[in-house]
């Protein structure tokens, strides 16, 4: 019963910032990579960012330098910080979670998403 929550996205102005949030729950031997996606209207769902347990991170060339991932393993909790929002970064965010459930088994999780708007 492993579950992946998505939180934080609404309305900002182009230049402004928000915070999301991935929160995974249930039946959780580790966590390994987690990353952010979105999907534009009309678009494919492409990679936003990811991240590695410790902490090492791959961002798409069009967020680098605005936005950043991390995450507190503690809280099984990946965040998605977007500064310099731009007309472009308008979609749905969904965060990608890779589980391990138990010692030998990795599936990946995702997120329900969230609407991320950004308008004048």
């Known amino acids: 019963q492993v579950q992946v929550v998505e939180s934080g996205g609404g309305l900002v102005q182009p230049g402004g910032s928000l915070r999301l949030s991935c929160a995974a729950s249930?039946?959780?031997?580790?966590?390994?990579?987690m990353g952010w996606y979105r999907q534009a209207p009309g678009k494919e769902r492409e990679l936003v960012a990811t991240?590695?347990?410790?902490?090492?991170?791959n961002y798409a060339d069009s967020v680098k330098g605005r936005f950043t991932i991390s995450r507190d393993n503690a809280k099984n909790t990946a965040y998605l910080q977007m500064n310099s929002l731009k007309l472009e970064d308008t979609a749905v965010y969904y965060c990608?979670?890779?589980?391990?459930?138990?010692?030998?088994?990795?599936?990946?999780?995702w997120g329900k998403g969230t609407l991320v708007t950004v308008s004048s």
């Open positions: 990608n979670a890779n589980i391990g459930t138990s010692v030998y088994k990795i599936v990946d999780y």
């Open positions: 249930g039946s959780i031997f580790r966590i390994y990579a």
């Open positions: 991240i590695t347990p410790g902490g090492n991170t």
